[in-house]
């Protein structure tokens, strides 16, 4: 497999990154999965978007311009032969050869870029999808700012091994009572036709897809409710979904035990992710 690093092309055993990089040293990094269909990106100008916004948030550099970066993704997919997959992209603070809590000198440190590929075939139709998805309740115990895309991804790794450990698929994070989202998604149930997700805050990431459902959901006709609500009410909801880059809508049939509906996949997260994967196709660059 070709990577990228700082500007070089390199076989993956080649690619090399500092010991004192703050990325390794203090999850000072930010990321982004791209997922890739038809060797196309999806929604690569989302992505981009938030890239930059969770930069802005930490104070950190641009590493090179929304232009370079499409040009990265694509010679990357390229290079590496992918149909369907994933490209993940991380930038972090670099590294100034010391380990300190405070910010390198951003005129001397310049920020380092990785991406890489994953190559997925049947990322879009997945079996995992069609059986839908079994999701237990663990407590949000993350940070203030889950709004930035940082690599602080050992809670949300804790969660997904206690949601296997169950037996289950994934975990939704509760917080003051309230779920956030899942591990890697964002979370919604369906009662009596209406879709209710929690509103955008810094509680839990923007997801890309998030935004894109939504306003498919609204071309649908389909009703929207963004409020908080509790586990209680999902496991009594007709059907249930998340939401993410590289698994689109992800149908949710089991909550804590209890079976949503009949068990299976719902007409409407069944629904929403065809749209999804049909438009997303339809767009991708
Ligand atoms: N929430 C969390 C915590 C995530 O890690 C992710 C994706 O990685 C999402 C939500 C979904 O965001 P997106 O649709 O942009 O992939």
């Not at 990321?31 to 802005?56: C, M, N, P, Q």
């Not at 049947?122 to 237990?136: C, E, N, Q, R, T």
């Not at 997801?207 to 009410?233: C, N, P, Y």
């Amino acid at each position: 497999r070709t990577v990228y690093v700082n500007g070089e092309y390199l076989p993956e055993d080649e690619a090399k990154v500092s010991i004192f990089d703050r990325g390794f040293l203090m999850a000072d990094a930010v990321y982004e999965v791209t997922s890739v269909l038809g060797g196309k990106l999806i929604d690569f100008e989302g992505h981009a978007v938030r890239l930059k916004r969770s930069l802005d948030e930490l104070d950190m550099q641009e590493p090179c311009t929304k232009d370079e970066l499409l040009e990265i993704h694509r010679k990357l997919v390229e290079l590496n032969g992918i149909d369907e997959g994933l490209v993940y992209l991380q930038v972090t603070r670099g590294s100034d050869g010391d380990r300190d809590f405070v910010f390198p000198d951003p005129e001397t440190t310049k920020p380092s870029i990785v991406l890489f590929t994953q190559n997925k075939p049947g990322l879009a139709d997945s079996p995992a999808a069609k059986k839908g998805a079994k999701i237990i309740s663990i407590e949000d115990i993350r940070w203030g700012r889950r709004d930035i895309k940082t690599v602080q991804l050992l809670y949300p790794s804790m969660g997904k091994m206690m949601a296997k450990k169950a037996g289950a698929d994934d975990a939704w994070m509760v917080e003051d009572g309230y779920v956030t989202e899942g591990t890697s998604n964002n979370a919604y149930f369906v009662k009596d036709g209406v879709i209710v997700t929690r509103p955008l805050s810094n509680d839990i990431l923007h997801g890309i897809t998030r935004k894109a459902v939504l306003r498919m959901a609204e071309e649908a006709q389909l009703k929207i409710e963004e409020r908080l609500f509790t586990i209680d009410e999902a496991k009594e909801a007709d059907e249930a979904f998340t939401t993410s880059a590289s698994a689109f809508v992800m149908p949710v049939v089991e909550i804590d035990g209890t079976a949503l509906g009949d068990g299976t996949p719902g007409p409407i997260a069944k629904r929403l992710r065809e749209i999804y994967l049909d438009e997303s196709v339809k767009a991708a660059i």
